[in-house]
Nanobody, 125 residues
Framework: QVQLVESGGGLVQAGGSLRLSCAAS????????MGWFRQAPGKEREFVAATSYSGASTYSTDSVKGRFTISRDNAKNTGYLQMNSLKPEDTAVYYCAAVRSYGRPEVKEYEYAYWGQGTQVTVSS
């Protein structure tokens, strides 16, 4: 098993930046693909970005392309989501997730086995 803890959320003005971190413990992080999802009030949780176990492959949803960057540092057992040019519609609870995999980064919620508790991101206009 792997335990995930997100941090780095907060309140930021539109156009600002935040970097979310996802600290992993319990297992070797480098054998897990990792993803970020978000859930806005009254909406279902949605895919944001994902990276392969090595970080060589990444995917992101169209609404964040060019603004958000997913990365990971396996030596530190930590994944990141750099969020720039934030918009009010990015307001949500952000979750990191992991699954033991050597394949392409997963983009579906049901494909992930482990989840963090979430961190709130609020973007004011």
């Amino acid at each position: 098993q792997v335990q995930l803890v997100e941090s780095g959320g907060g309140l930021v003005q539109a156009g600002g930046s935040l970097r979310l971190s996802c600290a992993a413990s319990g297992r070797t992080f480098s054998i897990y693909n990792m993803g970020w999802f978000r859930q806005a009030p009254g909406k279902e949780r949605e895919f944001v970005a994902a990276t392969s176990y090595s970080g060589a492959s990444t995917y992101s949803t169209d609404s964040v392309k060019g603004r958000f960057t997913i990365s990971r540092d396996n030596a530190k057992n930590t994944g990141y989501l750099q969020m720039n040019s934030l918009k009010p519609e990015d307001t949500a609870v952000y979750y990191c997730a992991a699954v033991r995999s050597y394949g392409r980064p997963e983009v579906k919620e049901y494909e992930y086995a482990y989840w963090g508790q979430g961190t709130q991101v609020t973007v004011s206009s």
